[in-house]
C-alpha cells in the first residue's frame, strides 16, 4: 500500500520505465484510421513528448511512431502502472481531500481490467469511451488528485490534466470537459483527427466523467425498457413472460440486455459477433446458453416461448443472419431492438454481414472506404429484415446507439411517409413519458469502504424511504415506484456488483434528495463506514441533450439545441457537486449529443447536507421545467408538484393552444 502511494504521488516517472508488450489475454480497441498527414504526425508526436523530460525523448520518439503508425493513436503502453488499478477503501487512495480521493477511487473503477472494455487503451466501454486519451495523462491526474485540498480545483480537457487552481471549499474539486469543439468542427473524422492529435477525446457519458459502475448501471434502466415495452404491446401483461425479445451486442453496455431479458422473465436472444463478448457474458452467467447454428437456436427459444421458460441465448454471429433467418423461417418475434455500437459505425463499432470479424478489423484500418461500403449495405440488409417482421406484427424500438440515424445515412428503407423514422426511440415510447418526464433517472451510489455490507445497508435504507413515499405518491408514478422498489429489493440477490460497490435505482427528484439525505445521516451516525458517492448517469432527465436518444421526446424544435445539458452542469457546480463534467459525443456519436454528469461525495457532515439538497433539486428539476415547457404533459403535471412542494421554484409554465386555431391559419 505505501508502495502504491508513493507511485502516485511520483506521477510521470523520472526514470523511463521498462517497455511493455500489450497483453495478448485482454480485449483491445481497434486499431483506429491513419488519418493524419505526415506534418500532423510529427505534431502529434510533439505534443505526447509534452508530457515527459527532455531526456527520455530520444527513446520515446520513435516508440510512439511506432504506436501511431499500428494503433494510430499514441497510448504510451510503457507507462502502464505494475499496480493493479481498481476501487479501494477510500482511505487507501493517497490524499489531502477525501473527494479527492472518491474521485481516485471512481475513476480507478473506470480502469479497472475487470470492469473496463479495452482496459489499456484507456477505454471502459462503447468501443471508444475514453476516460484519458494516454497513460500520461492518468499518472498526471492521479497525482493531481492525490496532492490537491478542499481549496482547489483539477482542470480537465479531454483528459489533459491542465492544472490545479486555486479555488473554495464549496467549488468542484475537479471540472471535466470531454470532446467540446468549435460546432463546425465536430464531424466524425474530425474526432478521427484530433483525437489522433492528442488534443481530443470521446468521453462517452460515464466513461470519461468517472461514473461508470460496471453493466449493473445498464441493467436496471434495460429492465425497464423491455417490461414496458411487453406492457404496451399486451395491455395484459405483467412482464415479458411468454415472449421473445431479439437484439444485437454484448459489449460493454449491450451486455445488459440479456440479463433485463431474464429479470424480466422472457426469451432473450441476443446476436454478438466478437466471441470474446459473448463467452465473457456466458462465463459470467448472463448469457445462458451459445449458439452459432441459427436453426438450432430458433429451434431452442421458440419451445422455450411456448413453455414460458426464462432463458437468454446468444447467436455467435451477425444479427443480420439472425434477422434474415427468422424471416425466413417466418418466426413471429414479440419485440426487437438493437444494441451494437452505431454511435461509432466506421470504426469496430458495427460489423459488416459476410465478413469474419479478424477481416473487417483488418478492413477499418486497411480499406476504410471498402469497409464503410459494406458497413452501408449491410445497414440497408438490416433494416430490410427488421421492415418485414414488423409488417408481421413484431414491435421494433431504436435503442439508444444511433441506428435509425445510421439506416437512414446508409440509404435504408426507414423512413415513413412523413418523412419520420419508421421506429420510435426507447425515449419516445416508454422512457421519456413514462420515467424522463416525471424526473425519474439512473440515480447512482457507491460506498467507499468499498464493503458489501455498507452496500445492503444502503439498499435498505432506500427500499424503506421508497415505500414510504410511495403510500402518498400520486397515482401516475405509482408504477414505476413499483418496479423501482422491486428492483431494489432484489438488487442483491442479483449480484450485479462488479468493481466498486455500487447500486443505480431510477429515482425521482424527491426519492433522490430524501435517499441521499438518509444516506448523510447514516453516515454522521456511524450507521455506515465510510462516505458515499452520488452520481448518476448521463442518461438523464436533464443532463443530457441528444434529439435522437434522451430528448427524443422532446417536439418543439428545441430537442436540437443543447442549453438544458450546459445549464445542469453549471448549475450543479456552483450547488455543491465534487466534480462536474459535460461531454459532446456519447451513447448515439460525436456531435449528436451533449451530455453531462456530476458526481457528489457525502461525508456525513452539514456541508453535505445543504449541498446534496440544493444540487440534486437543481438537476433533476432542471430537466423537468425545460420538458414541463416543451409541453410534455407528464412533465407539467410533475413541474407544479414540485413548485407546490418548494414555494421558491417559480418555473414559467406553458400555454397549449387550441389545435383547430392553429391548423386553421392560413400561410
Ligand atoms: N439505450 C441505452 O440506454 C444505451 C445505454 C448504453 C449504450 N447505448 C448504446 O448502445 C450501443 C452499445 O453500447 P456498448 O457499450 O454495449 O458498446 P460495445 O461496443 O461494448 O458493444 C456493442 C457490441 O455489438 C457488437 N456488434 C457490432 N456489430 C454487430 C453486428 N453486426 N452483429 C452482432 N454484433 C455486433 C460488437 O462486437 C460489440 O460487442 C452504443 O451505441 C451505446 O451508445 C444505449
Known amino acids: 500500500m505505501k508502495d502504491f502511494k508513493e507511485t502516485i504521488l511520483r506521477g510521470i516517472p523520472s526514470q523511463l520505465p521498462e517497455k511493455k508488450e500489450i497483453n495478448p489475454d485482454i480485449s483491445h480497441a481497434p486499431n483506429r484510421k491513419d488519418i493524419l498527414s505526415k506534418e500532423e504526425k510529427k505534431l502529434a508526436i510533439r505534443n505526447a513528448l509534452r508530457y515527459f523530460p527532455e531526456h527520455m525523448h530520444a527513446t520515446l520518439a520513435p516508440e510512439f511512431t511506432e504506436e501511431l503508425k499500428t494503433y494510430g493513436r499514441i497510448y504510451m503502453h510503457r507507462f502502464i502502472p505494475n499496480y493493479k488499478i481498481k476501487a479501494k477503501h477510500l482511505e487507501d487512495f493517497p490524499h489531502k481531500s477525501k473527494q479527492a480521493a472518491a474521485i481516485q477511487l471512481m475513476l480507478s473503477n473506470n480502469l479497472d481490467y475487470a470492469i473496463a472494455q479495452h482496459p489499456e487503451e484507456l477505454i471502459t466501454y462503447g468501443g471508444n469511451g475514453a476516460v484519458f486519451q494516454n497513460w500520461a495523462q492518468y499518472l498526471l491526474c492521479m497525482q493531481s488528485l492525490a496532492e490537491m485540498t478542499d481549496e482547489q480545483t483539477l482542470v480537465l ?46 468521453g462517452q457519458m460515464t466513461a470519461g466523467s468517472f461514473m461508470y459502475i460496471g453493466p449493473q448501471g445498464i441493467v436496471h434502466g434495460t429492465t425497464i425498457t423491455i417490461l414496458n415495452a411487453a406492457r404496451k404491446i399486451d395491455a395484459k401483461a405483467k412482464d415479458l413472460s411468454g415472449k421473445i425479445f431479439v437484439t444485437s451486442g454484448l459489449g460493454g453496455m449491450s451486455g445488459a440486455q440479456s440479463k433485463a431479458g431474464v429479470i424480466a422473465k422472457g426469451v432473450c436472444i441476443v446476436a454478438e459477433v466478437n466471441p470474446q463478448a459473448t463467452y465473457k457474458r456466458h462465463k459470467q452467467g448472463w448469457v445462458d446458453q451459445v449458439f452459432s447454428d441459427l436453426d438450432e437456436l430458433l429451434d431452442r427459444a421458440t419451445s422455450a416461448r411456448d413453455n414460458k421458460e426464462v432463458v437468454s441465448l446468444a447467436y455467435d454471429g451477425n444479427i443480420v443472419d439472425l434477422w434474415e433467418r427468422i424471416v425466413e423461417r417466418n418466426i413471429h418475434i414479440e419485440i426487437g431492438s438493437d444494441q451494437t455500437s452505431l454511435h461509432n459505425p466506421w470504426a469496430g463499432g458495427y460489423y459488416p454481414v459476410g465478413i469474419s470479424f479478424k477481416e473487417a478489423n483488418e478492413m477499418i484500418a486497411n480499406n476504410p472506404e471498402k469497409f464503410k461500403k459494406e458497413i452501408r449495405k449491410t445497414l440497408v440488409r438490416h433494416t430490410n429484415a427488421i421492415n418485414t417482421l414488423t409488417e408481421r406484427g413484431m414491435y421494433f424500438f431504436d435503442y439508444g446507439n444511433g441506428f435509425l440515424l445510421e439506416a437512414n445515412r446508409a440509404g435504408a428503407d426507414i423512413l415513413n411517409e412523413k418523412g419520420d423514422f419508421k421506429y420510435p426511440s426507447y425515449v419516445q415510447d416508454i422512457m421519456g413519458p413514462m420515467y424522463f418526464d416525471y424526473g425519474f433517472g439512473p440515480f447512482r451510489w457507491v460506498c467507499t469502504s468499498n464493503n458489501p455490507n455498507d452496500l445492503a445497508i444502503t439498499d435498505k435504507i432506500a427500499a424503506e424511504i421508497l415505500e414510504d413515499i410511495m403510500q402518498n405518491s400520486p397515482n401516475e408514478i405509482k408504477p414505476q415506484m413499483s418496479d423501482n422498489i422491486n428492483w431494489i429489493k432484489e438488487a442483491e440477490k442479483n ?38 458517492v452520488l452520481g448518476r448517469d448521463h442518461h438523464d432527465v436533464g443532463g443530457t441533450d441528444s434529439p435522437y436518444r434522451e430528448t427524443s421526446n422532446i417536439y418543439d424544435g428545441s430537442q436540437f439545441t443543447a442549453d438544458m445539458a450546459i445549464h445542469n452542469v453549471i448549475g450543479d457546480s456552483f450547488r455543491g457537486a465534487t466534480w462536474v463534467s459535460i461531454h459532446n459525443g456519447g451513447g448515439v456519436g460525436w456531435g449528436e449529443v451533449i451530455n453531462g454528469g456530476f458526481g457528489i461525495l457525502l461525508d456525513g457532515s452539514s456541508d453535505a447536507d445543504r449541498r446534496l439538497k440544493s444540487m440534486l433539486f437543481w438537476d433533476v428539476n432542471n430537466g423537468i421545467s425545460r420538458r414541463s415547457w416543451a409541453r410534455n404533459k407528464e412533465a407539467n403535471f410533475t413541474i407544479k408538484r414540485a413548485m407546490r412542494m418548494n414555494p421558491d421554484l417559480k418555473v414559467t409554465l406553458p400555454s397549449v393552444v387550441d389545435d383547430d386555431l392553429i391548423n386553421n391559419l392560413v400561410f
Open 157 to 202: 480537457y479531454s483528459g489533459h490534466p491542465m492544472g490545479l487552481f486555486p479555488s473554495h471549499k464549496d467549488a468542484p474539486r475537479v471540472v471535466v470537459t470531454n470532446g467540446m469543439m468549435i460546432p463546425n468542427y465536430s464531424k466524425p473524422d474530425d474526432l478521427e483527427k484530433f483525437n489522433a492529435l492528442g488534443v481530443t477525446q470521446y
Open 495 to 532: 449480484k450485479m456488483v462488479v468493481g466498486s460497490q455500487a447500486r443505480i435505482l431510477y429515482a425521482d427528484a424527491e426519492g433522490r434528495m430524501k435517499i441521499a439525505e438518509a444516506f448523510n445521516n447514516a453516515i454522521a451516525e456511524g450507521a455506515l463506514s465510510a462516505p458515499i
